[in-house]
Every structure is written in C-alpha cells, then in structure tokens.
C-alpha cells in the first residue's frame, strides 16, 4: 500500500464523517463538502492503486 492509497482512504473517511455531519445539522454545505472529499478520495485512491499495480507489473517483468 503506498501513500496515494492511504491518503485516499482518509479523505474518503473524512468525507463520510462531514456528509452524516451535514445531514444531521441539516447544513448542505457540509454535506456537498463531504461528498466532494469523497470524491477526491476515490480519485486519490485510484491513482495509488494504479502506480502499485505498475510497480507490481514492474517487478514481475511485465511492460
């Protein structure tokens, strides 16, 4: 697991965490801003995933 993984999945946590935050104080706000960290967290993650499914190509030999 590398850094762009980890990170993803905290911003995805954080994002859940304003979204139930947003829809309790009835603040749309939040909620857009959780959904949007969302968002960027999955995007984040994606990446990550992608550079450790290279590298892991890499080490095998494949190109």
């Known amino acids: 697991m590398n850094k762009d993984q980890v990170k993803g999945v905290g911003e995805q946590v954080k994002g859940k965490v304003n979204e139930a935050v947003g829809k309790a104080t009835k603040d749309p706000a939040k909620e857009l801003k959780?959904?949007?960290?969302?968002?960027?967290?999955?995007?984040?993650?994606?990446?990550g995933d992608a550079?450790?499914?290279?590298?892991?190509?890499?080490k095998r030999g494949r190109h």
């Open 34 to 47: 959780g959904d949007l960290q969302q968002g960027a967290g999955k995007v984040q993650k994606a990446y």
């Open 51 to 58: 550079k450790e499914d290279a590298r892991d190509d890499a």
